[in-house]
């Protein structure tokens, strides 16, 4: 088995670039995954790992070899180099270099009666872990970044979503892409929005449905207002007029949920 004790190995050097560049993500087509649950939610999803690096003394051979399978190949690091690239301050000494997906719309794989989410140029990476595990909770049937404003393989994103970037459908694309996908699928469009709305409660999501939600500054774009089914908003009885887009999320989901009887 390889070990590698040195930071400045050209192998760690290029890692570290994963988890610091979008662009040698990009041009790599791989990514780093870090902690145990992590790794096994990425393999479950289909994600496919090139190499597993380990540190023995927090975790066993065994136990890599049970998380990783026999597809990846496996090196022995020393806390020294597992320091330099961990993006946690703690987590179980293994990290996995995984190849990233495609994330296209047309590679979406929806039943007859989807509950999609739709995020509009989404900028903070926490908030886009946030929303990932919250379609996580609710089984949702995709995920969809309308203009994303963040690499999906942000190791931000990887972290705050605690691994539900694995276990979401998720596709990225322009704006307009995604309006003409959802209108080729019969798929109403309720959006999250102030400007001519009604209250979300009033509405039925039991059909084919997407929850459209927009960044906590400006909002939705006017392409979207444009393309609604209707505009829906959640009654604010407070002093302040918008909340977290994942806590606003969070309630239109599980409202739609409610409709449907909670059926996973």
Same mark, same amino acid.
């Given at each position: 088995m390889k070990q590698i004790s040195s930071t400045q190995n050209p192998f760690i050097k290029s890692l570290v670039q994963l988890q610091e560049k979008a662009k040698a993500r990009r041009q790599s087509g791989t990514f780093l995954i870090e902690g145990q649950r992590e790794i096994m939610l990425a393999t479950k999803g289909g994600y496919e790992l090139e190499s597993v690096l380990f540190v023995p003394e927090m975790i066993s051979e065994a136990e890599v070899k049970q998380l990783a399978g026999r597809q990846a190949n496996l090196t022995e690091i020393n806390?020294?180099?597992y320091q330099k690239l961990a993006y946690r301050d703690t987590t179980e000494g293994i990290l996995a270099v995984a190849k990233s997906k495609s994330l296209r719309l047309e590679d979406l794989q929806l =039943? /007859? $009666?989807p509950l999609v989410l739709v995020a509009e140029a989404t900028e903070k @990476? =926490? !908030?886009l872990g946030a929303l990932l595990r919250t379609? /996580?909770?609710? $089984?949702l049937d995709a995920v969809i970044i309308a203009n994303? +404003?963040? /690499? *999906?393989y942000n190791p931000n994103i990887v972290r705050s979503s605690v691994g539900c970037l694995f276990t979401n459908q998720i596709?990225?694309?322009?704006?307009q892409e995604v309006i003409d996908f959802l209108k080729s699928k019969g798929i109403a469009i309720y959006c999250a929005t102030l400007q001519d709305s009604t209250y979300y409660h009033t509405q039925d999501y039991s059909a084919p449905t997407a929850l459209v939600v927009g960044t906590e500054a400006t909002g939705l774009t006017q392409e979207w207002r444009d393309a609604s089914t +209707? !505009? &829906?908003i &959640? @009654? *604010?009885q407070g002093e302040i007029d918008s909340m977290n887009v994942s806590v606003a999320a969070a309630i239109l989901i599980f409202e739609a949920k409610r409709q449907r009887g909670f059926n996973l």
């Amino acid at each position: 088995m390889k070990q590698i004790s040195s930071t400045q190995n050209p192998f760690i050097k290029s890692l570290v670039q994963l988890q610091e560049k979008a662009k040698a993500r990009r041009q790599s087509g791989t990514f780093l995954i870090e902690g145990q649950r992590e790794i096994m939610l990425a393999t479950k999803g289909g994600y496919e790992l090139e190499s597993v690096l380990f540190v023995p003394e927090m975790i066993s051979e065994a136990e890599v070899k049970q998380l990783a399978g026999r597809q990846a190949n496996l090196t022995e690091i020393n806390r020294e180099v597992y320091q330099k690239l961990a993006y946690r301050d703690t987590t179980e000494g293994i990290l996995a270099v995984a190849k990233s997906k495609s994330l296209r719309l047309e590679d979406l794989q929806l =039943g /007859d $009666n989807p509950l999609v989410l739709v995020a509009e140029a989404t900028e903070k @990476p =926490g !908030n886009l872990g946030a929303l990932l595990r919250t379609a /996580d909770a609710a $089984n949702l049937d995709a995920v969809i970044i309308a203009n994303p +404003k963040s /690499d *999906m393989y942000n190791p931000n994103i990887v972290r705050s979503s605690v691994g539900c970037l694995f276990t979401n459908q998720i596709a990225t694309a322009s704006t307009q892409e995604v309006i003409d996908f959802l209108k080729s699928k019969g798929i109403a469009i309720y959006c999250a929005t102030l400007q001519d709305s009604t209250y979300y409660h009033t509405q039925d999501y039991s059909a084919p449905t997407a929850l459209v939600v927009g960044t906590e500054a400006t909002g939705l774009t006017q392409e979207w207002r444009d393309a609604s089914t +209707k !505009n &829906i908003i &959640i @009654p *604010m009885q407070g002093e302040i007029d918008s909340m977290n887009v994942s806590v606003a999320a969070a309630i239109l989901i599980f409202e739609a949920k409610r409709q449907r009887g909670f059926n996973l």
